[in-house]
């Protein structure tokens, strides 16, 4: 049997503003319900970051509270569910983040090299 | 962890309202876990799980009850303000509820004196016809007032299960003045002149050494703490249970 779900690992004390910049870029294009947010994240990221299942929603009623995302009630298939997806205002934060997480990840990607040269050096 | 998402859905809703979550976050967040373990569950299903076991997965990959707490929890934004601001809720509101249906009801006094009774020194004198449900309006506002308000201390106390310290301030301040006030009615010193309408809050005579405004002050505290009483009584029997 393939490893149960259940032993997976989520991130804990996942990195500050990670959850927001993720949910957001995957809300930019489409809506989503919370159970899709999840199961994208994890599939997009090939399970490195994997947000828990339950704690998605503080993230997204926080989110929807400062104006960054708007939901509403949907029936499909029968089932009803709360979409959500990005106002401008979220649009324009998910801007920031990117750009925060981008200059962020190079420079550390520049220190890790660094790091490397450094030890063939010496 | 839990058995079942029902003794976790309970365990989390008392333990966040307890931390102060508004009720209208709490129900909805709780709503959006259901649905989610329903798909949880659906998914599990699908890959050949039983359904027992794969409730019993979906339960598990939905999180522990300490971290979902915590994740809401955290998020401050979510208090209500009865937790923020405790002072405000169970004392100012209720101060200012009270003091407009105070004003509404001497209105009401005041008016239906100038339409029903234009020639009488006081409006404190036997009238019929439409003047009964009109001054009786403004009669059962006034009396009515400070019950209703503490019961929607009691009322807000048991849905956000509060200390009921801040609530005791609230039901004693509106029975202290509920008991002890009394309207007065003076007829202007100018001929033909509009009435006057005044309140005052005093403890009044004593009967056996008990002051009769403070035996109303009693009833009064009474009957706004009976209902948030029986509520608390009723959990009590349903958590023995």
């Known amino acids: ?122 | 962890m839990p058995k079942s998402f029902r003794e976790l859905r309970n365990e989390l809703r008392e333990r966040l309202l307890r931390a102060g979550v508004a009720p209208r976050h709490v129900r909805r967040y709780l709503t959006e876990l259901a649905e989610h373990l329903a798909d949880l569950t659906a998914e599990e299903q699908r890959s050949g799980r039983s359904r027992t076991e794969a409730e019993s997965v979906a339960l598990t990959r939905l999180g522990g009850m300490e971290s979902l707490a915590k994740a809401m929890i955290e998020q401050r934004q979510f208090r209500s303000w009865c937790s923020r601001v405790p002072w405000a809720t169970f004392v100012l509101s209720p101060l200012f509820l009270l003091a407009g249906a105070y004003l509404v009801a001497c209105f009401i006094l005041w008016s239906g004196w100038k339409i029903f009774l234009p020639g009488t020194s006081t409006p404190f004198v036997p009238i019929n016809g439409f003047a009964i449900f009109y001054f009786g309006f403004g009669r059962l506002l006034y009396y009515s007032a400070p019950v209703l308000i503490g019961w929607g201390i009691g009322l807000i106390t048991y849905r956000q299960r509060f200390k009921a310290v801040w609530p005791a301030v609230g039901w004693v301040l509106m029975a202290l003045i509920g008991g002890t006030a009394d309207v007065h009615a003076s007829r202007s010193a100018v001929p033909g002149g509009v009435g006057n309408i005044s309140m005052s809050f005093v403890l009044g005579p004593s009967v056996h050494g008990i002051s009769y405004n403070m035996f109303h002050a009693l009833t009064i505290l009474l009957l706004a703490v009976l209902p948030y009483l029986i509520w608390r009584l009723q959990k009590a029997g349903s958590l023995r249970a």
């Open chain 1, 1 to 122: 049997m393939a490893p149960s779900m259940a032993a997976r690992e989520t991130n804990p004390n996942f990195m500050n503003g990670v959850p927001e910049l993720l949910i957001l870029r995957l809300l930019k294009h489409e809506e989503m319900y919370g159970y899709e947010i999840v199961q994208a994240i994890r599939a997009r990221t090939d399970a490195v970051i994997a947000i828990g299942e339950g704690v998605v929603y503080p993230v997204l009623h926080a989110l929807e509270r400062d104006g960054a995302l708007k939901s509403r009630r949907k029936t499909v298939n029968s089932r009803s569910r709360i979409y959500y997806s990005v106002t401008p205002a979220g649009a324009r934060r998910l801007a920031d983040l990117s750009e925060n997480w981008t200059n962020l990840a190079a420079a550390i990607r520049k220190m890790l090299v660094g790091g490397q040269h450094a030890q063939v050096i010496s």
